[in-house]
């Protein structure tokens, strides 16, 4: 229908009607009713009748609501003892590269859609209702990666269907080779490179992360079926999943989600983290979530030390040659150093704290198919 922009993860819908539309007519549901019944009948030929119900009473809404999601949880827990190493086939989702034109969803038993409406089962029904439609069998083949998540036929149906852009894809790796984001990801992981922790935010969360990005600012990056090392796009149910980003550290690498989101998860999360995990009660900035990571004594710290204390002795194994140049003292407004990703290929960028495309001020830095490695930056400031 011209006009009319309809999203949906689940129960969450999204509809925009243009002001031109309604001049032209587009004021009742009935249109949108018989469109909708329309397409169904001709995806799915046996349908012989059907009713399209529109609810709008916000008090209707919040009453049925417990009962869909009743329907939808029973639905998760068919795949809670179901994992990717009980079945031979994966299903892949096409129907996000209509704006994401080299994404590839892939849907396993043990990661649900990024949109978080499609999982294994629904993948496996809307297949053999329509073999050629927008979900359709993969053949996951041999296992190269057991902890990473990563199969022949996945990596196969990536150069196909992403048209070359991508031959490897990992379904449970943050930094190396991750799946793709399309848009529609219900949440947005975020490297904090100071902290060396993963941080997640949803779209129902409007504030700024620690990082000073808000969900929307970072959607933009992530989006677009890209591979983006340091973002990452998953739908909610993931978090549940016993291989969660099982390759960078599965939960014990997570230190900051928002509060609504941590409570509709918390019966997944460990018991031993659960309570070093932040949220916007707790940190606001890369400051206050530090201090709470080491007062509650978050897997993270020991990481630090362990890194700080490796450094330490490999400068002491090293002979200098030649005098050290003078460090420059520290300058304001000075990007801080940070841990390096364990696993993140070398040369990938990193995204960095309060920086952002288009921030006012400061420098800008437009870097385009380029591997650099860099082993010192120095920035000095100059008298005027």
């Known amino acids: 229908i011209n006009g009319l922009m309809h999203l949906n993860q689940r129960y969450d819908i999204w509809l925009r009607i243009s002001k031109d539309a309604v001049e032209k007519g587009l004021n009742s549901f009935e249109p949108l009713a018989k469109a909708t019944m329309m397409l169904f009948k001709n995806e799915m030929t046996f349908i012989e009748k059907m009713e399209a119900l529109y609810i709008t009473d916000a008090d209707e809404i919040e009453k049925r ?86 199969y022949e036929g996945v990596n196969e149906v990536a150069a196909a269907s992403s048209q070359g852009e991508y031959s490897q894809i990992k379904l449970h790796s943050f ?128 990481e630090w030390k362990t890194k700080e204390e490796a450094k330490v002795k490999e400068a002491g194994a090293k002979t200098p040659t030649a005098p050290a140049a003078p460090v420059p003292a520290p300058v304001a407004g000075a990007i801080p150093a940070a841990f390096p990703a364990a696993g993140m290929p070398a040369g990938i960028p990193m995204p960095v704290a309060g920086m952002s495309p288009g921030s006012g001020g400061g420098i800008k830095i437009i870097l385009k198919n380029a591997k650099i490695n860099i082993e010192q930056v120095i920035v000095e400031q100059t008298e005027e």
């Open 65 to 150: 609501l417990p009962e869909i999601r009743a329907i939808y949880e029973a639905r998760d827990a068919r795949t809670r003892d179901l994992h990717d190493e009980d079945v031979d086939t994966f299903y892949g989702c096409t129907l996000c590269q209509s704006f994401a034109p080299t994404n590839v969803c892939v849907v396993t038993p043990d990661r649900v859609s990024l949109c978080g409406a499609i999982n294994w089962f629904d993948g496996r029904a809307a297949a053999k209702v329509d073999p050629e439609g927008p979900q359709f069998a993969i053949e996951k083949g041999k296992c190269i990666d057991p902890i990473g998540g990563e």
């Open 175 to 302: 930094f190396e080779y991750p799946h793709t984001s399309c848009g529609c990801f219900e949440v947005v992981g975020f490297y904090i490179p100071e902290l060396d922790i993963i941080a997640w935010v949803d779209r129902d969360y409007a504030d700024p992360a620690p990082n000073g990005l808000t969900f929307a600012n970072m959607a933009g990056q992530t989006g677009g079926g890209k591979q983006v090392v340091g973002f990452l796009g998953i739908g909610i149910n993931y978090f549940r999943s016993p291989k969660f980003i099982a390759a960078d550290g599965g939960w014990n690498r997570v230190g900051w989600m928002p509060k609504h989101l941590k409570d509709r998860v918390i019966d997944d999360i460990p018991g031993d983290i659960v309570d070093a995990i932040a949220t916007e009660e707790d940190a606001t900035d890369l400051d206050s979530l530090k201090a709470f990571l080491i007062e509650k004594k978050h897997p993270i710290v020991a």
